[in-house]
């Protein structure tokens, strides 16, 4: 990679670390999200934590956590590849992030974020998917991993020479995923509505 894209990795990698569930939880005075709830610091556990308008704002927030870095490395001319690298230093942020003690949340918002600048044909094809999946199971973290695992074949259709960059971070996603899908198995995870449930 160029020193340009070397440069965009640790950029995205610090964005990427600002935990807006922590911020937004602590301006709302809702309990940490790290340490209640699910213990994860997300939008789903602030929404079952504090409601919808500060599960929005963590929600948006961690979706331009992505798309910042991706766009802003898009039109600076940074190969495909290397997008796919800054879209997952963004993510690896927002999983470990420098500035809360590497204790985060499992990415499926910014990474959603960083595969915005492939278009809206595939944003509406992941949102689909995981509202489908959601409306008829439930369960907000079997629609996050259907949706990243299609990501890649959508790709495929719409802009081709993303595919290898969306399949790395589908991948990160998915493997996040491990103790959801363990749950999923024993038909111990919880559902997006369940606000008593404590796992995600």
């Given at each position: 990679?160029?020193?340009?894209?070397?440069?965009?990795?640790?950029?995205?990698?610090?964005?990427?670390?600002?935990?807006?569930?922590?911020?937004?939880?602590?301006?709302?005075?809702?309990?940490?999200?790290?340490?209640?709830?699910?213990?994860?610091?997300?939008?789903?556990?602030?929404?079952?934590?504090?409601?919808?308008?500060?599960?929005?704002?963590?929600?948006?927030?961690?979706?331009?956590?992505?798309?910042?870095?991706?766009?802003?490395?898009?039109?600076?001319?940074?190969?495909?590849?290397?997008?796919?690298?800054?879209?997952?230093?963004?993510?690896?942020?927002?999983?470990?992030?420098?500035?809360?003690?590497?204790?985060?949340?499992?990415?499926?918002?910014?990474?959603?974020?960083?595969?915005?600048?492939?278009?809206?044909?595939?944003?509406?094809?992941?949102?689909?998917?995981?509202?489908?999946?959601?409306?008829?199971?439930?369960?907000?973290?079997?629609?996050?991993?259907?949706?990243?695992?299609?990501?890649?074949?959508?790709?495929?259709?719409?802009?081709?020479?993303?595919t290898l960059p969306v399949a790395m971070l589908s991948a990160l996603i998915v493997f996040r995923h491990r103790e959801n899908i363990q749950r999923l198995w024993r038909g111990q995870e919880s559902?997006?509505?369940?606000?008593?449930?404590?796992?995600?």
């Amino acid at each position: 990679m160029t020193a340009l894209s070397l440069l965009m990795v640790g950029v995205a990698y610090l964005v990427g670390s600002v935990s807006s569930a922590v911020l937004i939880s602590h301006a709302f005075k809702l309990p940490d999200p790290r340490y209640h709830g699910s213990g994860n610091p997300g939008a789903t556990n602030v929404l079952r934590l504090g409601g919808r308008v500060p599960a929005l704002l963590v929600l948006l927030t961690d979706v331009l956590k992505g798309t910042v870095p991706v766009y802003s490395a898009f039109f600076m001319g940074i190969t495909p590849l290397a997008l796919g690298f800054i879209a997952i230093a963004a993510c690896l942020g927002h999983i470990f992030p420098l500035y809360f003690h590497f204790k985060g949340g499992k990415g499926v918002a910014t990474a959603f974020g960083a595969m915005l600048p492939i278009g809206p044909p595939l944003a509406g094809l992941l949102v689909a998917s995981w509202a489908v999946t959601v409306f008829i199971w439930g369960y907000s973290s079997l629609g996050a991993i259907i949706a990243v695992s299609l990501a890649p074949v959508f790709t495929w259709f719409i802009k081709p020479e993303y595919t290898l960059p969306v399949a790395m971070l589908s991948a990160l996603i998915v493997f996040r995923h491990r103790e959801n899908i363990q749950r999923l198995w024993r038909g111990q995870e919880s559902k997006v509505w369940d606000k008593g449930k404590t796992n995600e």
